[in-house]
Nanobody, 125 residues
Framework: QVQLVESGGGLVQAGVSLRLSCAAS????????MGWFRQAPGKEREFVAT???????YYADSVKGRFTISRDNAKNTVDLQMNSVEPEDTAVYYC???????????????????WGQGTQVTVSS
């Protein structure tokens, strides 16, 4: 059974740093993308960042320059370093992974077959 388990969320003040981690089990994703999405109250789930097997990264414009995604293929993990967080970053953050790159855009939720349960990040002003 494949599982993605996120950790590291919490309540923080604007301007600080926060690191989210996601550990995958049940299979490896060395050939596919691992990424992060988020969903704020009353809004649709949106792409945050993703990283493919080569280390190439993609970011949403809203987080570019503040967030950094990284992965450890040996440990089957993906992290999201969030710097200078803003109240607008408040959301449930979901880890996502796929066994291979598909025809779907890496920024689309449909490109990912496996999802974590989510971790809440709340940024106060």
């Amino acid at each position: 059974q494949v599982q993605l388990v996120e950790s590291g969320g919490g309540l923080v003040q604007a301007g600080v740093s926060l690191r989210l981690s996601c550990a995958a089990s049940g299979r490896t994703f060395t050939s596919g993308p691992m990424g992060w999405f988020r969903q704020a109250p009353g809004k649709e789930r949106e792409f945050v960042a993703t990283i493919i097997w080569s280390g190439t990264t993609y970011y949403a414009d809203s987080v570019k320059g503040r967030f950094t995604i990284s992965r450890d293929n040996a440990k089957n993990t993906v992290d999201l370093q969030m710097n200078s967080v803003e109240p607008e970053d408040t959301a449930v953050y979901y880890c996502a992974a796929a066994p291979a790159i598909s025809s779907w855009s890496l920024r689309a939720a449909r490109a990912y077959a496996y999802w974590g349960q989510g971790t809440q990040v709340t940024v106060s002003s």
